[in-house]
């Protein structure tokens, strides 16, 4: 909104102003032109008077004016177009730009601060972001109006230049000033010529231009005299016939050019011209366009002429005729009926120029402070005596006419109303009277009359009888239909109510209304009406009534002006924005649309200037497509503008937010901003690659991968899995893998846990650790995966595609100190990058590229940014839906021609501190160095190759294959180790099986275990013994590290060895995944990296196979009658639980082994004769063995030792000693169902069953610091409990071995495996699966499968219970009973005859045997203790003869005979089982009973003979 120094009141005032017409000799102009300025031109700076002036009214009473001002102009014969009229106001408002470098104006609105000035164009657009710390500290008031100069330029040449009209009176000429030199020889000749021709151009028909106010014109004659030429006294002598001719009052001697022209420019005299002269720049440059009559040329000197003075070169009589053209008008050869607002912009730097030209030349060089008093001097006599007076004369004569014309006697004041309402007959019909076009008063006529004295009575400010006059004329007008003339009158009424003085009646806004109305709609006049809106807006804005102003400034916008439209929008949008509540929002919006007339009117830098102000509404605001449409229009504005980098930052903003627009809109977008783009690039080729702004990189997803990729599978050969980018981040596998590695880094260092161990990472991505520098591998790829994001709906295509990096060399080997050499940016031999030719990525997909880089030296990689070029390709419709992987092809598509080269940098942010005080009351971030790694010197690579890896096996199924490890480095490798949580799956062997085969297809059908014929019939077991420290399972040994067993040791580079491996399917049903972790070395040894990992996992699918349920029972008999050596039953219980899911035709149990340190079994108890068991699907098979106690282990050990040294199998670990052989020695026994014998000892059979007994060898280890923690007395009572439980202990364990036939592809396989059983206690049922056993014994076998079927969890398979914490207090019953072992000898039937001897004495042989390793003290008591009636009846007719009551003392494991006799009285069977037996160990007090209950009655048959 314009800000003017000036009040509403001066400025109507100034609009309309007494208009003097200047008519001047040649001389004159000539003496002018000395000070480059014509005679208009030199006066116009002091034609406002600086005191007041006195004038009477018709009443006679004095008038006061202040602050006159009068417009003294050369007189133009022609009209002015109104092309030539538009071209003007379009080249002025072109040339009034915000002026650089000025204060800021800030208005604040609500939550916003407008910048509205120069420095909105920085101030709103995306990549100026300090704007708002600018306006808040130059905003120290809450309300500020923004100075449009290019408003007040337009609205100040566009009231100066509209030509007079008939219907009023305001733009005629009231006076003519005719001006002659006092150089010429015949000045008063000079003074009858100008006069005449001034009568001339008046009243003749020749000339309908200029109007004039009335017929008899006020001529004043003014004598333009040089000082520096002398002759003064004919001057005076002149002026002096001057004005005894034309009297005091109508004359004028105007000395001027006191300093000679050739005098230097030693004094400085003010330039009062100039700020009136570049107000017309712009119409003295368009005279020059226009046609041949705007310049001219006197004494060979080029200057432009003020506006005024310009005509065309012709002469009448010795006169200059400069009246002719209107300087304005066009060229003849133009359309002036056209103008076409885009042509603007190409005059604006010849308007520049001018400007330049005219601003550069001086003014008023001749002339002195006393010749400017002289001239002002001159105006005030002018306007004193001459002017005024004339004026005054003329109101009166106006008034006295219109009296005696209405025949009234009353004066003017009294009864003005009357005066003026009276009616008359109109000189027209009624039809032409309604034809508003067609009505015309004549210049006689009384309507007319009144509308002059109107004007007269506005123009010298008497605005009381200015308004009475209006009102009384615009009665008249619209009583005959006159409208054109009636909004005239309409008009001026209102701005007459408006100025006069005390506001005695408010502003008749509808007054306005009505005539801007009229002028638009009924006279089709729109430079009237823009009149009218221009004088009302500023008459309302005034009185703040900001809502009615910029609803009358909206009325007229419309489409035959985008000029005026877009300077009316513009000041409606700041009327919005200076409202008591102001409204953004509607500000913004018309804002926009002035933007949009203005670029249509070709005002560039107008409408960039808008957008931009309107910009800082809805940035941020959620007008996404608002947004949109703004950044593009700054965008276009400011590249033709040739302000590129605003053009390119604007365009850059519509791509990098969400956009909502359609995809051909958006494409629209990215073609213009690839054009902008690249113009910028082409005039900055010095310049670094700048920042593209598309694709979104989602630099956090950034992955790091060191390493080659992986192999894929050939045919039956499968590669490691290892980690690769196409695998996800799993953080519980990941926490797995950590501590395999971990572990196994323990065991490589004499199982000394290091206290900075960091887990090895091939693959950094968001979740991993990445505050240490990662480790490459020279001549290693190092793969980098970016996550790219297109959010716009047309595809974009990516060439040339790479890595930006820096690279620091160094030598980090152990004999250098880390020598640090010059920084390299580039360099194929250095770093070689990968280039991806095309990378397509389609609209709205998120797509990773993979870039590698190849290092060849040691030292520090810095990973800067991807560079790129951005394009998009024709035909984009069928791209959705395509898969990503083409984009990678060369040629593949056809891009557009249109692509930029740029960069964008990988900036990751670390993850947020957390764990100080400082640093939890702050944001800090730490480092993430994932794209920082250090290049190391060369390390060994190996590669693992899985062949015939089985993926589907049986529950205990054990399958043969064979792994190859390949160093494919060039160094060599040792120290090969593989780790794993599940090592009871898999086993590597022993050395007898370690050379490599010909072919893994050569073994395909023989079995998997070490296997001899069966030489002998006999059903007992044969016996061989194996050690756990030989399978890596003894006391304090790690048996999830495995050592691989590499030939020497060592892999040489290109090396490859293929080793068998056996597998064996998990007890339970399920899928299972079993983690591998290769670890190795290198024979060198490195500074930064000491070994190397290699991951695999496997997947394995088993299916139900058997189950296996065993029971020891306690043996009634011993193997002689010595007593020596004891024994069990074992009943084996063998079901077949599969499904026929797998093809499975039927089982074969082929053999039973023991594995026990004190037990063996020895025979089979068959009842059949059928030694072949078959299982059939749901077929279950009961077994009975025989176990007995192992004899002489030691010696049994050594013998085995040495007769078996070539069966023996074992592992040598370093710092082995010959103890742990010993003390972990086993003994195991093979009850054989087949033909051939499966040693059990002896690998994979052995390897399998230890490793599944890996935690029972660390539990007497727990064992034994539970009792030293303890108390002496408590220890002793825990003892002596605890060696009665060992009693019920066995400790046996059960291998079931079997084969299953298979029926698959119409061939018949053999598949083979075991299952373990481990027997803790005596009577007490164990399982293959002893976590579920609770639920078997409670549910039963049906019910328990069904269990089964419903609960498909994977359970991770436990082999053993849970050791008790505590030791029980006394010990159970069951226990008890197991303490000591009795058996009774005597004859089954006896013979006696009762009729010898009345009493049959039979000797009975009780024996004991002590089950524990302590001496036992023994009573045996013989006294029957019963109550029960059915007792007695038994037992009641024998009793025992002798004492009553036996001690004995037991040693360890003995057995002891007792001599009994049982005394009967008549036949009949007897039980003899009633002896009572008590026992206590020997160190303890406690004595407890053994409640001996034999599984089976002692009965004895008495016969008579």
Known sequence: MAQRVQSVQEFLQDSFVPLVAALCSEEAERLTRKNNLG??????????????????????????????????????????????????????V?????????????????????????????????????????????????????????????????????????????????????????????PVEQFLKLSQEQHRIQHSNEYCYPKWFIPNTLKYYVLLHDVSAGEEQRADSIYEEMKQRYGTQGCYLLKINSRGSNRGADEQIPDPWSQYLQKSNIQIQESCEDGPYTVISNKNTDHF??????????????????????????????????????????????????????????????????????????????????LLPHIEKTIRQLNDQLISRKGLSRSLFSATKKWFSGGKVPEKSINELKSTSGLLYPLEAPELQIRKMADLCFLVQHYELAYSCYHTAKKDFLNDQAMLYAAGALEMAAVSAFLQPGAPRPYPAHYMDTAIQTYRDICKNMMLAERCVLLSAEILKSQSKYSEAAALLIRLTTEDSDLRSALLLEQAAHCFINMKSPMVRKFAFHMILAGHRYSKAGQKKHALRCYCQAMQVYKGKGWSLAEDHINFTIGRQSFTLRQLENAVSAFRHILI????????????????????????????????????????????????????????????????????????????????????????????????????????????????????????????????????????????????????????????????????????????????????????????ETKMARLKLFPHQTGELHILGVVYNLGTIQGTTVLDGMDSSVGLQAGKYIPNGTSVRGRQDLEIQGPRLNNTKEEKTSIKYGPDRRLDPIITEEMPLLEVFFINFPTGLLCGEIRKTYVEFMNVSKCPLTRLKVVSKRPECFTFGGSSTILTPLSPSTSEHCSAYKTVLKHSTSVCSLMSSASSVDFGAGIGNQTEVIDVPLPDSVLLPGASVQLPMWIRGPDEEGVHEIHFLFYYESIKKHSKMCHRVLRHTAVICTSRSLTVRATAYRSNALENEKGEGDNMLVFVDVENINTSEAGVKEFHIVQVSSNSKNWKLQESINLSEDKDIKLANREKGKLCLKAVRCKDLLGMHLTFWNNFSTIKYRFHFEGLKLSFLFSDNYTFADIIFGNEQIISSTSPCADFFFRSLSSEFKRPQTQHIMHTSQGTAQQSLDNAVRLIQKCSEVDLNIIVLWKAYVIEDNKQLILEGQHHVVLHTVGKEAFSFPQKQGFKKILGNSDWEDLEQESPEMVLFNFFRPESSSVPARPSPDHLSNLIKTSLHYPETYNHSFHQKSLCVVPVILLLSNCSQADVDVIIDLRHKTTSPETLEIHGSFTWLGQTQYKLQLKSLEVSSLQLKACFVHTGVYNLGTPRVFAKLSDQVTLFETSQQNSMPALIIINSI
């Open 305 to 386: 002429i003020p506006l005024d003075e310009l005509g065309n070169d012709s002469k009448v009589d010795g006169l200059s005729n400069n009246f002719k053209t209107h300087p304005l008008q066009l060229d003849h050869t133009s359309d002036s009926g056209c103008f076409d607002g885009t042509d603007y912009l190409k005059s604006n730097a010849s308007l520049h120029e001018s400007k330049k030209l005219n601003t550069g030349i001086p003014h008023g060089m001749c002339l002195t402070l006393t010749d400017h008093d002289r001239i002002r001097q001159f105006i005030q006599e002018f306007t004193f005596r001459g």
């Open 657 to 844: 937010n969400d956009s909502k627009q359609t995809a051909s809109q958006q494409g629209a977008f990215l073609r213009e901003y690839l054009y902008v783009y690249r113009n910028v690039s082409q005039l900055s080729s010095d310049e670094p690659l700048p920042q593209l702004p598309l694709p979104y990189i989602n630099s956090s997803a950034t992955r790091v991968f060191f390493g080659h990729d992986r192999r894929p599978a050939e045919g039956e050969k499968q590669a490691a899995t290892h980690i690769s980018l196409d695998q996800e981040y799993d953080s519980e596998y990941s926490q797995q893998w950590k501590e395999l590695e971990e572990q196994v880094v323990a065991v490589a260092n004499k199982s000394v846990a290091l206290s900075n161990f960091q887990p090895t990472q091939y693959c950094l991505n968001k979740y991993s650790d990445n505050s240490r520098f990662p480790l490459g591998v020279v001549e290693e790829p190092i793969t980098v995966e970016v996550a790219f994001r297109n959010p716009l709906k047309v595809p974009l295509l990516l060439t040339d595609l790479s890595l930006l990096w820096k690279f620091q060399p160094k030598d980090f080997s152990l004999n250098s100190n880390g020598e640090t050499k010059e920084l390299i940016t580039c360099g194929k031999d250095v770093i070689g990058a990968e280039v991806i030719s095309e990378f397509l990525i389609n609209s709205e």
């Open 94 to 186: 072109t040339v009034s730009q915000p002026a650089e470098g000025l204060v800021a104006n800030v208005i604040t609105a609500g939550d916003y601060d407008l910048n509205i000035s120069d420095r909105s164009v920085k101030a709103s657009v995306p990549w100026y972001s300090s704007w708002k710390d600018t306006l808040m500290g130059l905003n120290t008031s809450t309300f500020y109006s923004a100075t449009t100069p290019w408003f007040e330029a337009y609205r100040e040449s566009f009231l100066q230049s509209m030509p007079a009209s008939d219907h009023e009176f305001l733009n005629h000429y009231v006076a003519c000033m005719l001006v002659v030199s006092s150089s010429e020889p015949e």
């Open 39 to 92: 005679f208009c031109e030199l006066v116009k700076p002091f034609c406002r008077l600086t005191s007041e002036v006195h004038m009477r009214d018709p009443n006679n009473q004095l008038h006061i004016i202040k602050n006159l001002k009068i417009a003294v102009n050369n007189i133009i014969t022609q009209p002015p177009q109104p092309g030539a009229i538009r071209k003007l106001l379009n080249d002025v």
